[in-house]
């Protein structure tokens, strides 16, 4: 038997109405990322970016950028935060002269780990309740996301 969603039009209300559940769920996921990483004195760009360097180890501000989704641009304020709060080190790079390399400091690093503890209990639930449905999803998104990069 044929899914019927794939045979008939989606009208553009239902497009509309997707978009709009898209940012009221990133809202909504940012205001929940926002009370966990409160108590670390971290905001949630600041948390992602810690655990984004925790990953990469060191890093160009360019490959930081490349892993971030909630700083939009150039994250070079950001990371003059991190910096001047003794989270991250810059470093001129011995291979291009014209970049900085990124590096926590161990207090970086203990707070990258404080926060993917403090975010963990939430994934958790995400992945308990809807499971397969999230790859699913991410599929769908994916795809989405790629054909309007396209059209541009």
């Known amino acids: 038997m044929s899914d019927m969603s794939h045979d008939a039009p989606t009208s553009p209300s239902t497009v509309l109405a997707f978009a709009f559940e898209i940012r009221s769920l990133v809202t909504e996921l940012n205001t929940s990322l926002t009370a966990l990483f409160r108590p ?74 404080r926060a993917r503890t403090a975010r963990a209990p939430l994934l958790h639930a995400f992945a308990q309740r809807y499971g397969d449905r999230l790859g699913e999803a991410n599929e769908l998104l994916r795809d989405l996301r790629t054909v309007l990069a396209a059209e541009r």
């Open 40 to 113: 670390l004195g971290l905001t949630c760009v600041q948390a992602e970016a810690l655990m984004a360097l925790d990953d990469l180890g060191r890093a160009t501000l360019k490959e930081l950028a490349a892993n971030l989704v909630a700083e939009s641009g150039h994250p070079s304020r950001l990371v003059s935060r991190l910096v001047d709060e003794g989270l991250v080190t810059r470093t001129a790079s011995r291979v291009d002269g014209r970049a900085l390399v990124l590096e926590l400091t161990e207090r970086g690093r203990e707070l990258a780990e």
